[in-house]
């Protein structure tokens, strides 16, 4: 178990620039999500893939929000002209197949300040 | 989306003291999970709890899943530390379709030595 990977940890990029980040889920899961998180806030959900296909995605995300995984492993999240209100934690989580209990395994997070 | 409350939102204790932190929520969860959240780190599992009423021990730590499935605890007996942490609240609720987890705004421990 290697552990879930994001890259990069940290970015900063100037307001309408556009910025993509990559994660690496633990090799044998299945299910990937994409949370954000805002400072003394809990993780906010993103979108949820099942191998390939997206299967879920947050009413509140932006059309300037973007997620893929190509081929069932890792997946990028791509955010187009970013804005200030953009700024924050973009974690990246995986779990194997199972019921609803079972337990997600977070990266480190990739933390993106837009100025 | 349902919500879940957690309280307090801050806490500072001394070292040895006990605390309880609470998630609170009027709906109904399939089972709810505690993390735990160290500053420039993704969440970390503590625990899962499924049953109504059940109670679940790890160390120092014990977790208790309200009768209803609505609200769970989270009770440390002398705190160390190395509990400083944000403690965040979870919860699936698998009759909504949906498969998101769902995350309170967590309860911000320090532990002063």
């Known amino acids: 178990d290697t552990g879930v990977s994001q890259d990069p940890r940290h970015k900063i990029t100037k307001r309408g620039q556009n910025v993509t980040f990559r994660c690496d889920p633990i090799?044998?899961?299945?299910?990937l999500y994409w949370y954000r998180q805002t400072l003394g806030q809990g993780p906010e959900f993103l979108t949820y893939?099942?191998?390939?296909?997206?299967?879920?995605k947050s009413r509140l995300l932006s059309d300037r929000f973007s997620a893929e995984r190509p081929k069932g492993s890792f997946s990028t999240l791509e955010i187009q002209r970013t804005e200030q209100g953009d700024s924050a934690m973009y974690l990246c989580?995986?779990?194997?197949?199972?019921?609803?209990?079972?337990?997600?395994?977070f990266g480190s997070g990739t933390q993106l300040s837009v100025l | 989306t349902q919500l879940l409350e957690q309280s307090p939102q801050f806490l500072s204790i001394q070292e040895g003291e006990n605390l309880t932190v609470y998630c609170n929520s009027s709906s109904v969860f399939s089972s709810l999970q505690w993390y735990r959240q160290e500053p420039g780190e993704g969440p970390v599992l503590l625990v899962t709890v499924v049953t109504g009423g059940e109670v679940k021990k790890l160390k120092r730590l014990t977790f208790q899943f309200g009768d209803a499935r609505k609200d769970s605890s989270l009770h440390i007996t002398a705190a160390q530390p190395g509990d400083t942490g944000l403690y965040l609240c979870a919860g699936f609720d698998s009759g909504a379709g949906s498969y998101q987890l769902t995350f309170g705004k967590g309860t911000k421990l320090s532990v002063i030595p």
């Open positions: 893939f099942q191998n390939e296909a997206q299967l879920e």
């Open positions: 989580a995986s779990r194997a197949t199972g019921g609803l209990n079972e337990k997600l395994f």
């Open positions: 090799s044998e899961h299945n299910r």
